[in-house]
């Protein structure tokens, strides 16, 4: 009788152990930027969960326009803090301003407005990933200035996660 039940139990715990690489569905803002040449601009963060090992994501860059703004990004184990007094809570895209500016708050450069410098990264349940924009044109002439990243999932047989669009209107 007890040989039965270690059989079933021993059997569950196996079905529990299967390797599980597709997170469940994150949204990073659709469209993000900053309207002038403020130290602040939107950026969008979520929250990776889901999984039961890391994954490698992958970053496709698409200038679709003018002169591409950079591209940042944070992976942490905590949230980005926010402080609005600092920027301008007014964002016109739908994200949150930035915390403290471009280079602050453990932002690392995805896309420097001509390259990739990270083409891919290894993220855990838990992890928080975070990106915004901040432009790299002139003031003048005002025209939109956008790039798109693509996510994509190497660990699930590149399924793609999300596209994000960045916007510089100067």
């Known amino acids: ?7 079933k139990i021993g059997t569950l715990a196996k079905k529990g152990s299967a390797v599980d690489v597709t997170p469940a569905a994150v949204n ?4 993000l930027g900053n309207d002038d040449i403020s130290p602040c601009a939107d950026y969008t963060e979520e929250q990776i969960l889901g999984i039961n090992q890391a994954i490698t994501l992958t970053f496709t860059v698409t200038a679709t326009s003018g002169t591409p703004p950079s591209v940042y990004y944070r992976k942490a184990s905590s ?6 007094e600092y920027c301008d809570s007014s964002n016109q895209y739908g994200g949150t301003p930035t915390p403290e500016g471009k280079t602050t708050g453990g932002f690392s450069t ?9 083409s891919s990264l290894s993220v855990s349940s838990g992890d928080y990933l975070a990106f915004f924009g901040f432009g790299n044109a002139p003031p003048f002439p005002p025209a939109v200035h956008s790039v798109t990243i693509r996510i994509n ?7 793609v996660l999300d596209t994000i669009i960045f916007q510089q209107i100067m």
């Open 1 to 7: 009788m007890y040989g039965g039940i270690a059989s």
């Open 28 to 31: 990073w803002t659709g469209t």
């Open 79 to 84: 949230p980005t803090s926010y402080s609005p």
């Open 110 to 118: 995805l896309y420097n407005g001509s390259s990739l410098v990270v």
């Open 153 to 159: 999932n190497q660990s699930d047989s590149n399924a």
